[in-house]
């Protein structure tokens, strides 16, 4: 399977805790996106990266999120001192670069529970 | 991005041809129409994109107004599998993001 790839699919922590999600982009793409997804509504975009820099984050993006893709491949979304109103799915797509890259692929998530 | 307005949900019968209006009054020139879906529980999928000209692909057919302040997407043979959320979008020239907004919940009815 070479498409988008999220680990773990399923998180739950309790309140006040840290985790960490992993997402591994289609090997071609230069450009790696979060988004987050709460019951009932679309996903938000949260933050995107182009290669390992960081170029436009989300006013979604609290001091306790932090993402990070530091050799331009795999990226990581850490949530510190997770908070109830972190559930939600996280979302992570990528895309090749030029006129195609409003064309996302999507993994299929990770579902936080924050207990 | 251009904002899009969509039914909350639609039902179309199996088999039968799904049409999926959009409306984006505010497009400007150069902003293309794009299409995703997502299956329950699961990450969203791209299905079709347009500037101005009638697409279509092996997944669906994508028709624009000549006016481009609105658009519908077409799955021509309707499967139960089709049951989704639908998700227009109008990204800002330029912008990286996509905005989702509510989309339309279709629901296919054996």
């Known amino acids: 399977d070479t498409g988008v790839s999220q680990d773990p699919r399923h998180k739950i922590t309790k309140r006040g805790q840290n985790v960490t999600f992993r997402c591994d982009p289609i090997?071609?793409?230069?450009?790696l996106y979060w988004y987050r997804q709460t019951l009932g509504q679309g996903p938000e975009f949260l933050t995107y990266f182009q290669n390992e820099a960081q170029l436009e984050k989300s006013r979604l993006l609290s001091d306790r999120f932090s993402a990070e893709r530091p050799k331009g491949s795999f990226s990581t979304l850490e949530i510190q001192r997770t908070e109830q109103g972190d559930s939600a799915m996280y979302l992570c797509?990528?895309?090749?670069?030029?006129?195609?890259?409003?064309?996302?692929?999507f993994g299929a998530g990770t579902r936080l529970s924050v207990l | 991005d251009a904002k899009t307005t969509q039914p909350p949900s639609m039902d179309c019968a199996e088999g039968r041809a799904a049409n999926l209006p959009c409306n984006h009054s505010t497009i400007s020139g150069n902003e293309y129409v794009y299409w995703y879906r997502q299956i329950h529980s699961q990450g969203p999928q791209y299905i079709i994109h347009?500037?101005?000209n009638n697409e279509t692909n092996e997944m669906a057919s994508l028709i624009i107004t000549e006016d481009r302040k609105s658009s519908t997407l077409i799955l021509p043979h309707a499967t139960l599998r089709d049951t989704a959320v639908y998700y227009c979008?109008?990204?800002?020239?330029?912008?990286?993001?996509?905005?989702f907004g509510t989309g339309t919940r279709l629901t296919i009815i054996p």
């Open positions: 979008i109008v990204p800002n020239f330029g912008n990286e993001k996509l905005t």
């Open positions: 347009g500037l101005k």
């Open positions: 797509a990528s895309s090749s670069k030029g006129p195609r890259k409003n064309i996302q692929y």
């Open positions: 090997s071609e793409h230069n450009r």
